[in-house]
T-cell receptor, first 113, second 109 residues
Framework: EPEVTQTPSHQVTQMGQEVILRCVPISNHLYFYWYRQILGQKVEFLVSFYNNEISEKSEIFDDQFSVERPDGSNFTLKIRSTKLEDSAMYFC???????????FGSGTRLTVV | QKEVEQNSGPLSVPEGAIASLNCTYS??????FFWYRQYSGKSPELIMS????GDKEDGRFTAQLNKASQYVSLLIRDSQPSDSATYLCAVTGYQKVTFGIGTKLQVIP
């Protein structure tokens, strides 16, 4: 069963530091996403990426956030200057096309201290 | 604002019973509807997709869609303790998928 791979599984960082979360989507998927889930809350949309550009982003995805697909396989989420409220589980997801269900990665638990 | 509403629960059912999970959505343009299962501390796992009105069965799971009422449901027959998890309703109109808060299901042995 193809899977979406995320690294690291857990990252602890100091407030104000930059973090990069990494994802390898399923190889024949064309649409890529980042979501986050604060403990006990909804899975919230951050950004969608298609054809090497952002197709949609949420209000959460401000100037502190960026995404890249640097080499055709990895898909990264960068947070430039982390805040305490960025502490959450971050999920990468991919799918074959619009209307299809997502396959999620196992997530990165980000703890900002 | 596109909303997906679910009762957060917990919904407790005895082992072997039918669990019924419900969801409503606000965007009439929604085209695809999903149920995900999420165990505590884990990522969501897709268990059912439904695209047209009516019922869709897969093993012990049946998804039901009524677009006129903007209502999606999931029935789990012969519930097992291993079904204890949070069930997320998710909806898309070919852009991003929007998730509900999830209903926590507890199956009591």
């Amino acid at each position: 069963e193809p899977e979406v791979t995320q690294t690291p599984s857990h990252q602890v960082t100091q407030m104000g530091q930059e973090v990069i979360l990494r994802c390898v989507p399923i190889s024949n998927h064309l649409y890529f996403y980042w979501y986050r889930q604060i403990l006990g809350q909804k899975v919230e949309f951050l950004v969608s990426f298609y054809n090497n550009e952002i197709s949609e982003k949420s209000e959460i995805f401000d100037d502190q956030f960026s995404v890249e697909r640097p080499d055709g396989s990895n898909f990264t989420l960068k947070i430039r200057s982390t805040k305490l409220e960025d502490s959450a589980m971050y999920f990468c997801a991919s799918r074959t096309g619009p209307g299809a269900g997502y396959t999620f990665g196992s997530g990165t638990r980000l703890t900002v201290v | 604002q596109k909303e997906v509403e679910q009762n957060s629960g917990p919904l407790s059912v005895p082992e072997g019973a039918i669990a019924s999970l419900n969801c409503t959505y606000s965007d009439r343009g929604s085209q695809s509807f999903f149920w995900y299962r999420q165990y505590s501390g884990k990522s969501p796992e897709l268990i059912m997709s439904i695209y047209s009105n009516g019922d869709k069965e897969d093993g012990r799971f049946t998804a039901q869609l009524n677009k006129a009422s903007q209502y999606v449901s999931l029935l789990i027959r012969d519930s097992q303790p291993s079904d204890s998890a949070t069930y997320l309703c998710a909806v898309t109109g070919y852009q991003k998928v929007t998730f509900g808060i999830g209903t926590k299901l507890q199956v009591i042995p």
